[in-house]
């Protein structure tokens, strides 16, 4: 009960960021770029993975990136709360909003039920990866893997591996590929693939776990 | 349950210690000592905020890591950090929210007013962060290390950066705080020896 408190207090910290940090206008412009992509080159499909990865994106970046609310971290550990419900609250202020604009976008560019499912599941994904590699290495690192994420990661590791030479170079490339969190392979929970469901899922727990570890450093770190 | 509100049990770390320290329920401490003595790596031990190399903080008998403790212990930091785009209110608002998980006796928005009145910061509840003058973080420091009904504080240099009228009504607070058993010890981290603290902790 304590946990779910402690993660609802961090996440009630979202609506003062939307409206008053840029996220709420990234958001925006995000979305508007999609919807307008729809209408000429993007499908529903893709539209509903990029609005929900690229917006947790945006997310980690505004709402963990930032240096100041980083070492406000420290003194949110003195009060009675846990890192875990630190993360979890963190990542569920990162998804909610990212998930409101992949419903938008499904509405807009046509909606998919399995596309909307797909993209939900992508962004938890992709938010909880987010988290945890922004959190400690600050907001740059999100530039990135948001391009990563727009570019990249929307094509199959068999057609980019050839690119990489030499062999341990392209070995690394396809392992990051299909380990890595990537729109390819969210793409198949709109066909009922139930690896592509657990790997998402497995990203999503993971990637809150390493959030939690690196906010449990800053406590444990030797002085 | 100890009969100290606060012991520190030979912590070591880079550079400090090893240092032992108890506190009488009661008792308001001053910390001094030159730059690079040490001083905020202590408090921030004390606090919680840390791990020492070697030793242990209790709070009432309580290891520093156990949450119950951390309702009991309240720090305010040298250089405090607050999310940029919230206001004051918002801030002390997401701390008493962690306050009153547990119970529903408590409302956040009692703790907040309470604070916002320790902190002298009730004309500023509606400034955003990225607003405030470094006087005001120190004061707003305060406020979130009083927050909840705390029984012992560390304040790192909370003094620093206000002026003469302000520095005495945050000792003010301080001290009748601590005779009405708000809280029941302190330790306060200064530049220089000043007049409030039972007792003064130096190198």
């Known amino acids: 009960m304590q ?3 402690c993660a609802h207090a961090e996440f009630q910290l979202v609506f003062p960021r939307l409206t008053r940090t840029r996220l709420g206008i990234a958001l ?9 992509l729809s209408a000429h080159a993007f499908d529903p499909l893709t539209v509903t993975l990029q609005a929900g990865a690229l917006g947790a ?3 980690a970046a505004a709402i963990v990136g930032d240096e100041n609310e980083r070492a406000a971290l420290t003194t949110a550990l003195t009060h009675p709360t846990t890192p875990l419900a630190i993360a979890t609250g963190r990542w569920l202020a990162i998804v909610v909003p990212a998930w409101a604009l992949v419903i938008i976008c499904a509405t807009a560019a046509g909606w998919r039920t399995d596309g909307v499912v797909a993209g939900m599941i992508a962004t938890a994904a992709v938010g909880s990866f987010a988290l945890a590699v922004v959190l400690p290495l600050g907001r740059g690192v999100a530039v990135p893997l948001f391009l990563f994420m727009a570019v990249a990661g929307t094509i199959p ?3 980019l591996v050839d690119l990489a030479r030499p062999g341990v170079v392209r070995l690394a490339a ?3 590929m299909e380990l890595g969190p990537a729109l390819w392979h969210y793409r198949d929970i709109a066909t009922g693939d139930v690896s592509a469901v657990l790997h998402a899922l497995a990203w999503t727990g993971l990637g809150i776990l390493l959030a939690s570890a690196a906010i449990a450093r800053r406590r444990t770190a030797a002085p | ?21 108890a506190l009488l329920p009661g008792e308001i ?5 030159p730059a690079g003595a040490g001083k905020t790596r202590l408090l921030r031990v004390a606090a919680g905020a840390v791990r020492s190399r070697t030793g242990e903080v209790r709070v009432w008998g309580m290891r520093v890591t156990d949450p119950a403790a951390r309702r009991l212990i309240g720090y305010a930091a040298d250089s405090p950090a607050f999310p940029r785009a919230l206001t004051v209110q918002e801030v002390l608002t997401y701390y008493a929210r962690l306050h009153c998980a547990p119970s529903s006796e408590r409302a956040p928005l009692g703790l907040v007013r309470e604070a916002l009145e320790i902190g002298g910061l009730a004309a500023a509840a509606d400034l955003r962060i990225d607003a405030l003058a470094r006087a005001d973080l120190h004061r707003l420091s305060f406020a979130q290390a009083a927050l909840g009904g705390r029984r012992v504080l560390l304040l790192d240099e909370t003094l620093s950066g206000l002026d003469a009228f302000a520095r005495r009504g945050q000792r003010w607070v301080t001290g009748a705080l601590s005779i009405a058993a708000l809280i029941a010890a302190a330790i306060v981290m200064m530049r220089k020896k000043a007049l409030f603290p039972h007792r003064t902790i130096g190198p």
Do not use: C
């Not at chain 1, 925006?28 to 307008?36: F, I, K």
């Not at chain 2, 401490?29 to 000592?33: D, I, S, Y």
């Open chain 1, 3 to 5: 946990f779910l408190h």
């Open chain 1, 28 to 36: 925006l412009a995000l979305g508007t770029t999609l919807v307008w």
């Open chain 1, 57 to 59: 994106i945006l997310g």
């Open chain 1, 157 to 159: 590791p068999e057609r």
């Open chain 1, 174 to 176: 396809a392992s990051a």
């Open chain 2, 1 to 21: 349950m100890s009969d100290y509100a606060l012991t520190l049990s030979d912590i070591t770390g880079r550079g400090l210690g090893p240092v032992s320290i």
């Open chain 2, 29 to 33: 401490a001053g910390l001094v000592g």
